[in-house]
T-cell receptor, first 111, second 112 residues
Framework: GEDVEQSLFLSVREGDSSVINCTYT??????LYWYKQEPGAGLQLLTY?????DMKQDQRLTVLLNKKDKHLSLRIADTQTGDSAIYFC???????????FGKGNQVVVIP | DTAVSQTPKYLVTQMGNDKSIKCEQN?????MYWYKQDSKKFLKIMFS???????INETVPNRFSPKSPDKAHLNLHINSLELGDSAVYFC???????????FGDGTRLSIL
């Protein structure tokens, strides 16, 4: 099965870039996702990348995938107060027909 | 035009009661899920249904019973509620088992 690891807490000043990291263990082809959870809300799908890609950019978001190290990162440029949330990475676990979620990384943006 | 909607948003009830949470999706998806998020924000899959058939049934007490009357609905009934059932329960849906999942806003269940 998959084991998805994330660090827990990050504080960043408004306007700076923030980087959230995630490692996974499955080596098969798969989709990898980033979800955002604002306080009191559900999970919002931010972006996703297939494992045959190295990078995906979507406006202020850049996803980098290092397949050799099984390392996924999400970079948020020009971080804003609305980016304060918990960010979850997740991986498709094809064998068990489910998503394997990391424990989440809380990002706090300081004005 | 909410994609995945669940009701109620908040549920406060006493230990031993039976309660239901409803979920509906208007995305035309074939697969629906229930997750439990604990106080440490850890997400755990409970059930998934594909075309109204149960696909995933994790190690969940049999007090929890999902019901899918049609592809657009997946309800969760909980019997004999216990203190440890306090959590946020999320419904989600996807086109199929391997496509991105879209989540509802959650039901915050508090057991007194």
């Amino acid at each position: 099965g998959e084991d998805v690891e994330q660090s827990l807490f990050l504080s960043v000043r408004e306007g700076d870039s923030s980087v959230i990291n995630c490692t996974y263990t499955d080596s098969s082809s798969t989709y990898l996702y980033w979800y955002k959870q604002e306080p009191g809300a559900g999970l919002q799908l931010l972006t996703y990348i297939f494992s045959n890609m190295d990078m995906k950019q979507d406006q202020r978001l850049t996803v980098l995938l290092n397949k050799k190290d099984k390392h996924l990162s999400l970079r948020i440029a020009d971080t804003q107060t609305g980016d304060s949330a918990i960010y979850f990475c997740a991986e498709t676990d094809y064998g068990n027909n489910r998503l394997a979620f990391g424990k989440g990384n809380q990002v706090v943006v300081i004005p | 035009d909410t994609a995945v909607s669940q009701t109620p948003k908040y549920l406060v009830t006493q230990m031993g009661n039976d309660k239901s949470i409803k979920c509906e999706q208007n995305l035309g998806h074939d697969t629906m899920y229930w997750y439990k998020q604990d106080s440490k924000k850890f997400l755990k899959i409970m059930f998934s249904y594909n075309n109204k058939e149960l696909i995933i049934n994790e190690t969940v007490p049999n007090r929890f019973s999902p019901k899918s009357p049609d592809k657009a609905h997946l309800n969760l009934h909980i019997n004999s509620l216990e203190l440890g059932d306090s959590a946020v329960y999320f419904c989600a849906s996807s086109q199929d088992l391997h496509q991105p999942q879209h989540f509802g806003d959650g039901t915050r269940l508090s057991i007194l």
